[in-house]
Structure formats: C-alpha cells, structure tokens
C-alpha cells in the first residue's frame, strides 16, 4: 500500500507517522515543496513549539477557531488535547504547561519536536523528497491513498486544481497579523505591553481583549493577532485599512471615570502625569495625556475641567488609530481559507469527489487564535486521516 503525503509539515509528519504505526506495511512517502521540511514548526511559538493548549480558559470553541469550530469539535472526540500530550509523551517529548493553558516542551525548544518527528520518520523508512512541487493530483496517481495536508495562500495551483475537480475552496486569506499605523508618537513607545486592552474595529462587531504590543511599526501582541484572526476576511475586503478603538484601560466609561474622579478628590494639587491610576507603562500614560491635553498636560490634576476629563475618559477607553495595512513578519504563516468542509466526509476527511484522497492541517479551512490551538488542529486531523486510513483497510 503506497501513500503519498503532500507537505513537509506538522499534520503531514502527524499523518505519516500515525499512519505507519496503524499500518506497519504502508509505504509512505512525503512530499515538500521547499528544501526544508519542519520549519514552521521549528519557528513556532517563537522556537519554544507551543504544540497545544488545555483550553481551561476556553468558554466557547468559537472563541478559538473562528473557522471550522464545530468540525474541530467533533473531531476533538477522536483525537484531543490529552490525546496529544499523550501521544508526545509516549514518542519521547515531555511537555509541560505554561500561562493561558499552553502546552511546551519541557525542553522549551521546537527542536525537540522536530528531531522527534525526523526519529520516527528514518526509524519508519518514511521517504521525505523535498523540493519537490506537487500541482495537480494528477501526479500522484500511482499511490493507492493521498494525503493533503499543504496551506498558505501559496498553493494556488493545486487549490486550482482541487477545485476544478468539483472541491468547494475558500480562498486562503493571511490570519495572525500585526497591524501597522501611522501615529508616529505610538510607534515611538515600541517595547511597552499593556495588559488587558480591548480592541475593536470601529463600525463592526469584531472586537478582542488581551496583551497589546507597542512595536516600533504599530501594534502587535496576542489581543492584536486574534483580533487579526477574527476579520481576516473583512480586514481583506479593507484592503488592511482601517479604524481600531483601543481601550487602553480595559475597563468601562463609568469605572475608568470613578477612578478619575477619586485622583481628583485624593491629590488635587499633585501633577497630572505623575499621578496613574490605571497602572499603565508611564511614557504611554504620558503620551496619553499629551495627546489629549496638549501642554495643560503638565498642570495640577485640579486644573482639570469637565470637558478635559471628557476627553480623557475618551482617550483612555475608545483610543482611535488608523490601520495602513498588515504587517507581515517572518513568523507569520497562519491563513484561513481552503478546502471547505462541504467537500469532505466530516468524520473521516475524505474528499467526496476523489476516492481515497484525505485533506489535514492547515488546507483544511480551519485555523485558530494563537495559543496552540492551530497545532492542535494539525494534530487532530492528521490523526483522524490516519486512523481513517486505517479503518478503510480493515474491511
């Protein structure tokens, strides 16, 4: 039995190597477009591979995987997150778990993960050819089951050629990114976190809250990039250009003006920028005051009037920044998009128009906030295709 495994990455190792130890007599062979197989992987989680989450925060699977959360969720029952630490635990990799539920090694390096997977791989005799570009199914024919697991937007051509044979694709969209603006006076703060910002793309219902990052092009930081997450698609129809409200207090109108007004009663002749009721980096909350008060900034909190604290209040809870486009990064290589689920057996992930042909990761139009959750997905689909494999085979 010959499998043919289309991409180098995380689901197309998963798959691979799971559906070795299902079927001892397979041969498989995995095909990758660049030189390197991994590579995502090994960036991951900036070199430390957040390989999953315990979703202990997690309220509603929504919340996480923005497309494909109710798929995800069924496939979870096969193949969760215990499963996955498991599963890594079994073939040699400790893990441990961090803030937010993520789940690292226990070495903190990627390369732990990935000298794993290569260890199974050569003890498997699975065949790895990179550099080499599959187009059209059409060139795997002489394989008795074909696995898809490659995503990005820069797989047009087979995505093209998915389609013209009856599959539904989404169009793959970047997700995951940082926006870049012009307010030059932010941008000058690069290197301050504000925890526990909201943030909401005027005029719409998408919002976030979480860490923000003050970068030397905008902002980033993990309530930024699931932000990013959440629009992808509306941001894409904006061409990237847009109006955010920062709520830099991450509280209301009324609480954020309650504690104003204790400042005011506390220490009436103390200056106005030596005095932080919000715990905020003090050059943002000194920029914050400067941008709204102009020079009276420097004054006595008792100078304040009702129209400046007004304007405060403004300020620190619906802050307004103009997005001029996203801000892509070498870490950046989450999309969504791809295969739709209308073209695939939900519970086996076979396509219903090619026989034996199987779609994992990110081809797949799921994908997730960050937190581990787009690896989990690799390695819940990639899991479910080779026990799906497996299955068919034993009838």
């Not at 039995?1 to 041969?27: R, T, W």
């Not at 590579?39 to 699977?61: A, Q, W």
């Not at 996480?64 to 073939?91: A, M």
């Not at 209301?252 to 905020?280: C, D, H, M, R």
Request: with cysteine; aromatic share 10%; glycine share 8%.
């Amino acid at each position: 039995m010959k499998v043919a495994i289309v991409g180098g990455g995380a689901a197309g190792f998963f798959s691979a190597i799971n559906i070795k130890e299902f079927l001892a007599q397979a041969e498989i062979t995995i095909f990758e477009k660049s030189n390197k197989v991994l590579s995502k992987v090994l960036m991951s989680g900036g070199g430390r591979c957040n390989c999953t989450n315990s979703f202990e925060d997690v309220k509603n699977i929504k919340d996480v995987y923005p497309r494909g959360s109710n798929i995800i969720n069924r496939l979870f029952k096969t193949f969760s997150w215990q499963d996955t630490c498991v599963w890594f635990e079994k073939h040699g990799v400790k893990l441990v778990e961090k803030d937010n539920g993520r789940i690292f090694p226990q070495s903190q390096s990627s390369k732990t993960i990935v000298d794993s997977f290569l260890f199974y791989a050569k003890k498997y005799n699975i065949k790895i050819r990179t550099g080499t570009n599959i187009d059209s199914i059409e060139q795997l024919k002489d394989f008795d089951f074909i696995v898809l697991t490659v995503g990005g937007y820069s797989n047009d051509v087979l995505l093209q050629d998915l389609k013209n044979r009856g599959h539904k694709i989404a169009k793959p969209l970047p997700s995951l990114f940082a926006f870049v603006l012009k307010e030059e006076g932010l941008r000058n703060l690069s290197g301050i976190s504000v925890p526990n910002a909201e943030l909401l793309l005027a005029g719409t219902k998408y919002k976030a809250k979480g860490d923000v990052l003050l970068t030397h092009f905008g902002l980033s930081g993990p309530a930024i990039l699931r932000l990013s997450s959440y629009a992808a698609s509306y941001l894409n129809e904006k061409n990237y250009k847009h109006s955010l409200l920062v709520n830099w207090v991450g509280e209301n109108y009324l609480k954020t003006e309650g504690k104003i007004e204790e400042v005011l009663a506390q220490y009436p002749q103390k200056l106005i920028s030596n005095v932080n009721p919000f715990a905020l980096p003090n050059s943002l909350w000194v920029y914050l005051l400067e941008k709204t008060l102009g020079e009276r900034a420097k004054n006595k909190i008792s100078s304040l009037n009702r129209k400046d604290i007004n304007r405060l209040l403004n300020t620190l809870c619906s802050d307004n920044y103009n997005i001029s486009k996203r801000y892509a990064h070498k870490e950046e290589f989450v999309t969504c998009g791809g295969v739709d689920f209308e073209s695939i057996n939900p519970l086996s992930l076979q396509s219903k128009h090619i026989n034996n042909l199987y779609f994992a990761g990110e081809v797949l139009n799921i994908d997730g906030i960050t937190g581990g959750f787009n690896l989990q997905s690799a390695w819940t689909t990639a899991f479910v295709v080779a026990k799906s494999i497996s299955s068919s085979l034993s009838f």
